[in-house]
Structure formats: structure tokens, C-alpha cells
């Protein structure tokens, strides 16, 4: 591990920003940026004063993919996000009970790509250069991305990106389904800190966590029927508790709600799925 951090976090008014801060090289993917990801993830997982996070890249790149300084060993022994937690707690995304919203400000290839993948709302660039390009490397896709992906854009359009490896703009992307929303790059932080208010200031963070991970967990394919039965009987947990009438009371008052759950010690469990 070098003493020189590869990301930074900020966190204020409940909205985490982590950046990948390796501007000098477009934060091209390091072991270390991989760890200290992890470590901010863990810390926003835990903390019940973080309601949304915000992942995005300093200067004017997101992530250029794996750091090549290593030329033909690059993906010996790759490392990915969970890979080394350096014997900390590890987290993947998805398990993480805030949303997380990922500002492609610029290029977003191969690693670059596969990680805001696995988060749950994506703003790109209009002119950033997004590409899975693992089979022009001689490597495969990770971090689920043959799993997540045909399920985001299709398993056709899945294939077309997967297979050719090719370039698409963020314009196009938000075509495909692959980012929510293209806008000017000027507008990608501020809208995503929009998105991050939004859910900051007026979502129910058990409501949220619990909704996130069915969302994630669903999308194995459970029968529509397991599925209603889980749905019905969070909805039941949480229409007992203390949000609930909060929710409705400051609906009725026309003011900002004021929640006092919480995802770390109040979520009631979810019924497993058989």
C-alpha cells in the first residue's frame, strides 16, 4: 500500500462523495484504489447519518479501466474491489443500504464500466466513452457484469457489448438502458447530487434499504408469487412503524419528513427466499 491515498470522501448534509482521485492517470484502477473503495463503502454502510452515496472521478475521467503500467502482466492475478480489504470487512455495493449513484464524468472503460454497473443509478457525461473492452485485452468481463448486465440492457444488447468490446457515448448508453440519464459533463455531479438530496431529504432510509436489496435479490428470478409474499410482508413490518406514520403526517402537514429508523438497528428482517 503506498502512502498516497487513490480516493477521497466527503461526506455533508448526508450524501457521501467518493472520488476516484487519480486524475494524473484518468484513475486508472489500482489494487490500493480497491481497497480504500471498499473501506469507504464499509463506512457508509454503517454510518446511519449517510443517506446516499455518490461515486465519481476527479479531473476529467471517471476510470480508464485497470492501470496498464504493468504491460502484459496487467491482469495476472488481477485485483478487483472486494479482492483485498487488507484483512478488514469487505462490502459488495449492492449490500451497501444506501443508494449509490455513480457520476461518469468522463471515460468509464473495462473496470471503469463493470463498477457503477453494480450501483443503482447511473448519470454519464453526453460525450464520455464507455466500453466493456475485456475480450480486445485477451481477458474476460468481471464483477458480475455477465450477470448484471443482460438484465439492465437485454441479453441482445448485452451481447453487442460484451463481445465486440466496442465504444459507446454516454448518449447512446442512456439509448441502451446502460446509465439512467446523459447530460452535459458540467451537469453530471450536480445532477447526481440532486438525485442524492432527493433521496436524502425525503426517502425513509429503512424504507430504502430494504427496497435496494429486494431490487438486487429479485433479480435472480424468484416466482412472482415469492416475491409478492416478501413485498407484503415488509410493507406489513414497516406500516407498524414509527416512518410509517411519520410518512403520512408530513404529507398531510406539507413539510420535510422526519425519520427516526434505523437501517443498521431497526430494519425488520426479510422473509427468506426458498
Not at 79 to 101: L, Y
Not at 197 to 221: D, F, Q, Y
Request: charge should be neutral; hydrophobic fraction near 45%.
Amino acid at each position: 500500500m503506498s502512502d498516497e491515498r487513490h480516493t477521497r470522501i466527503e461526506i455533508k448534509d448526508g450524501i457521501a462523495q467518493i472520488t476516484l482521485d487519480r486524475p494524473q492517470r484518468m484513475n486508472a484502477w489500482t489494487a490500493q484504489m480497491g481497497v480504500e473503495l471498499n473501506e469507504h463503502l464499509v463506512r457508509c454502510d454503517q454510518d446511519d447519518a449517510v443517506r446516499a452515496v455518490i461515486v465519481t472521478g476527479a479531473g476529467r475521467a471517471f476510470c480508464a479501466g485497470a492501470d496498464l503500467e504493468r504491460g502484459g502482466d496487467t491482469f495476472a492475478g488481477v485485483d478487483t474491489p472486494r479482492d483485498r480489504a487488507m484483512g478488514g470487512q469487505t462490502i459488495q455495493p449492492w449490500e451497501v443500504r444506501k443508494p449509490i449513484i455513480a457520476a461518469i464524468n468522463g471515460a468509464a472503460v473495462g473496470v471503469g464500466i463493470t463498477l457503477p454497473l453494480q450501483y443503482d443509478i447511473r448519470i454519464a457525461a453526453r460525450d464520455a466513452k464507455l466500453g466493456f473492452l475485456f475480450v480486445r485485452r485477451g481477458v474476460v468481463t468481471e464483477l458480475s457484469s455477465t450477470w448484471i448486465l443482460p438484465r439492465l440492457v437485454g441479453i441482445a444488447r448485452a451481447s453487442d457489448l460484451l463481445l465486440t468490446g466496442r465504444i459507446v457515448t454516454g448518449e447512446e448508453a442512456a439509448q441502451l438502458g446502460l446509465v439512467n440519464e446523459a447530460v452535459p459533463a458540467e451537469r453530471v455531479l450536480p445532477r447526481a447530487w440532486e438525485i442524492a438530496r432527493s433521496i436524502a431529504e425525503n426517502c425513509a432510509p429503512v424504507s430504502v434499504a430494504l427496497t435496494k436489496r429486494m431490487i438486487w435479490e429479485h433479480l435472480g428470478g424468484p416466482p412472482p408469487a415469492q416475491v409478492a409474499k416478501r413485498e407484503g410482508r415488509a410493507l406489513t413490518a414497516l406500516g407498524r412503524t414509527a416512518d410509517a406514520v411519520e410518512g403520512v403526517k408530513s404529507f398531510l402537514e406539507k413539510r420535510a419528513p422526519r425519520w427516526t429508523l434505523s437501517p443498521t438497528k431497526d430494519a425488520p428482517p426479510l422473509q427468506p427466499l426458498d
